[in-house]
T-cell receptor
Framework: AQKITQTQPGMFVQEKEAVTLDCTYD???????LFWYKQPSSGEMIFLIY??????QNATEGRYSLNFQKARKSANLVISASQLGDSAMYFC???????????FGKGTMLLVSP | EAQVTQNPRYLITVTGKKLTVTCSQN?????MSWYRQDPGLGLRQIYY???????DKGDVPEGYKVSRKEKRNFPLILESPSPNQTSLYFC?????????????????FGAGSRLTVL
């Protein structure tokens, strides 16, 4: 079974609107970390935001926030006030305490239109 | 500037011609890893290293070798490349922190190496 599932291959949003990118995960380890990365067309992987499984509050970083619903095993990325520069591929990833590997989902391509 | 440096960034080669993709980090990180990215498949781990002289297989190690003789370097070796190894390759590193629940163990990526095997 996939450990990280991103069900939206592509998303479209208009500039200045908010958008939610879905991510569900599968683990039986109570201790884990969830990450979101952005990959623009230039190809580099840019770290956006991190949420630990024991963190009481949802993580926020500027216009990015993580809607963490532990019981549902979801960790959706919310981008507020989208900008043209947000057009990119977005990857959700997880690392479990017992493993050193960061496991990635297949990604969601976000296109922001003027 | 703290960074992970990969070379070459772009390479076109032919089947069977050995090649090495170098990776170097200047952050004194213990952990280093190689991923490949293919359309529709996301990033998949090839090999990783917890520290000098300690390496282990990831999810897709076949056809690759690695070594970790120095802390800063983690080269990826393709002894006999084949067309199915055409991909975008990323090297990454992070600190091996004891506090798992902090964000300190974020993986920092290199810029990527696009490899084409004809």
């Amino acid at each position: 079974a996939q450990k990280i599932t991103q069900t939206q291959p592509g998303m479209f949003v208009q500039e200045k609107e908010a958008v939610t990118l879905d991510c569900t995960y599968d683990t039986s380890d109570p201790s884990y970390g969830l990450f979101w990365y952005k990959q623009p067309s230039s190809g580099e992987m840019i770290f956006l935001i991190y949420q630990g499984s024991y963190d009481q509050q949802n993580a926020t970083e500027g216009r990015y926030s993580l809607n963490f619903q532990k019981a549902r095993k979801s960790a959706n990325l919310v981008i507020s006030a989208s900008q043209l520069g947000d057009s990119a591929m977005y990857f959700c990833a997880m690392r479990e305490r017992g493993y050193s590997t960061l496991t990635f989902g297949k990604g969601t391509m976000l296109l922001v239109s003027p | 500037e703290a960074q992970v440096t990969q070379n070459p960034r772009y390479l076109i080669t032919v089947t069977g011609k050995k090649l090495t993709v170098t990776c170097s980090q200047n952050m004194n990180h213990e952990y280093m890893s190689w991923y490949r990215q293919d359309p529709g498949l996301g990033l998949r781990q090839i090999y990783y290293s917890m520290n000098v002289e300690v390496t282990d297989k990831g999810d897709v190690p076949e056809g690759y070798k690695v070594s970790r003789k120095e802390k800063r370097n983690f080269p990826l070796i393709l002894e006999s490349p084949s067309p199915n190894q055409t991909s975008l390759y990323f090297c990454a590193s992070r600190a091996q922190t004891g506090n798992f629940s902090s964000g300190a163990n974020v993986l920092t990526f290199g810029a990527g190496s696009r490899l084409t095997v004809l």
